[in-house]
């Protein structure tokens, strides 16, 4: 596709629910970030792609979020059993390289823990 | 993980050019200086980037201080959509470092 691409747009759930939340990064990207961005907040570093593997995943806030890449393409966010603290707009992010190049980001998922 | 600072917030009238510093004191040698966007309701969106010389794309320029210690994004003529909050960042060479951590960022206001 033509930029990264995020699903589902908006998502409500029940608290104690679990999500899973979709990132489709540019073709051929090898990197892929997770981020979290609570309302009027910045964004809040979750997890790194390069590949399949994460080095790092140091942001992950417990261990009811998770997440896994297949294929070095399409990555998942799942939360187990959330909660209203978790209510937030998850970004995806992709790149080519490391240092020298570009990120692009997708426009978000929208969560609502009810 | 090297750190950046850069002011809360910054106002433009329409047209005027803008300055937006950045202090990053611990940048290390093979540290990339990124800047990127948010405009509202929206991801982010990249800037521009420079390792040591300035650059200059169709967006803005970058001036990077000779120590590597600051940098300043320079929008030469702000626009009403150019209302956002500006994101320094600090980007390492090496692939098991690249996190992309981004700080509390500048929030430009631009009046018409």
């Known amino acids: 596709g033509a930029g990264v691409s995020q699903s589902p747009s908006n998502k409500v759930t029940e608290k104690g629910k679990d999500v899973e939340l979709r990132c489709d990064p540019i073709s051929g990207h090898t990197a892929l970030y997770w981020y979290r961005q609570s309302l009027g907040q910045g964004l809040e570093f979750l997890i790194y792609f390069q590949g399949n593997s994460a080095p790092d995943k140091s942001g992950l806030p417990s261990d009811r979020f998770s997440a896994e890449r297949t294929g070095g393409s399409v990555s998942t966010l799942t939360i187990q059993r959330t909660q209203q603290e978790d209510s937030a707009v998850y970004l995806c992010?992709?790149?080519?390289?490391?240092?020298?190049?570009?990120?692009?980001f997708g426009q978000g998922t929208r969560l609502t823990v009810v | 993980d090297a750190k950046t600072t850069q002011p809360n917030s910054m106002e433009s009238n329409e047209e005027e050019p803008v300055h937006l510093p950045c202090n990053h004191s611990t940048i290390s040698g093979t540290d990339y200086i990124h800047w990127y966007r948010q405009l509202p309701s929206q991801g982010p969106e990249y800037v521009i980037h420079g390792l040591t010389s300035n650059v200059n794309n169709r967006m803005a320029s970058l001036a990077i201080a000779e120590d590597r210690k600051s940098s300043t994004l320079i929008l030469h003529r702000a626009t009403l959509r150019d209302a956002a909050v500006y994101y320094c960042i600090l980007r390492p060479l090496g692939y098991n470092t690249d996190k992309l951590i981004f700080g509390t960022g500048t929030r430009l206001q631009v009046f018409p």
């Open positions: 992010a992709s790149s080519s390289g490391q240092g020298s190049t570009e990120a692009f």
